[in-house]
């Protein structure tokens, strides 16, 4: 099963253009469709059933409040869902380094290095691991990554620093194949 977080190494035609990383990052959400109608399904027959009971007893408005907790839960995870669009994409290749975020509500932004020029900075906590990862290149400073974990973040940290050493090597010259 996908995550949506993978790593991918790609060749191409041209050597200046083969894409040594492509990364498209993504948040985690570990509540699917099928998921979310469950819980909802589950929680609206409970709520439904304890509400009766209360209406029985003679204390209706809780049935109207028990009704009101099921519609704030299904619009926190529609909330919720609606974030889990935003998206971040990461590409290297020999000649630059690309950079694109998407927000949840669709606003792109990008920005291109040169990978020659580009540093890696990271900002790391004893306890808690990698907390932020930065691209930092004449004086520019962005977050990448803000998607990930910890030890994800590590991982591709160290990923992104192997395709930018290779990108500063420069494209391998094979004129037999």
């Given at each position: 099963?996908?995550?949506g977080?993978e790593?991918e190494r790609?060749?191409a ?6 894409e040594?990383l492509s990364?498209r990052?993504?948040p985690?959400?570990?509540?699917n469709r099928t998921g979310?109608?469950?819980v ?5 027959v409970v709520?439904?059933v304890t ?7 003679g204390a209706?408005p809780?049935?109207g409040?028990?009704?009101l907790d099921?519609l704030?839960v299904?619009w926190?995870?529609k909330?919720?869902?609606r974030?889990a ?7 290297v290749t020999?000649?630059e380094?690309r950079?694109?975020?998407?927000s949840h ?12 020029w580009?540093?890696l ?8 691991g ?5 691209l930092i290149?004449r004086?520019r400073?962005?977050?990448i ?12 940290y160290k990923?992104?620093v192997d ?10 010259y094979n004129?037999?194949?």
């Amino acid at each position: 099963m996908s995550t949506g977080n993978e790593i991918e190494r790609k060749d191409a035609e041209d050597p200046r253009e083969v894409e040594i990383l492509s990364a498209r990052l993504t948040p985690h959400r570990s509540l699917n469709r099928t998921g979310f109608l469950a819980v909802m399904l589950f929680l609206s027959v409970v709520s439904f059933v304890t509400g009766m009971v209360f209406l029985m007893m003679g204390a209706w408005p809780v049935l109207g409040f028990f009704g009101l907790d099921v519609l704030v839960v299904w619009w926190a995870f529609k909330v919720n869902f609606r974030t889990a669009r935003a998206s971040e994409e990461i590409v290297v290749t020999p000649s630059e380094l690309r950079v694109r975020r998407v927000s949840h509500r669709g606003q792109v932004a990008e920005w291109t290095f040169n990978p020659l020029w580009v540093r890696l900075d990271q900002e790391i906590d004893e306890e808690y691991g990698i907390e932020h990862l930065y691209l930092i290149s004449r004086g520019r400073r962005i977050q990448i990554a803000g998607f990930l974990g910890p030890d994800e973040k590590a991982s591709f940290y160290k990923a992104l620093v192997d395709a930018l050493n290779a990108a500063k090597r420069g494209p391998i010259y094979n004129p037999v194949s």
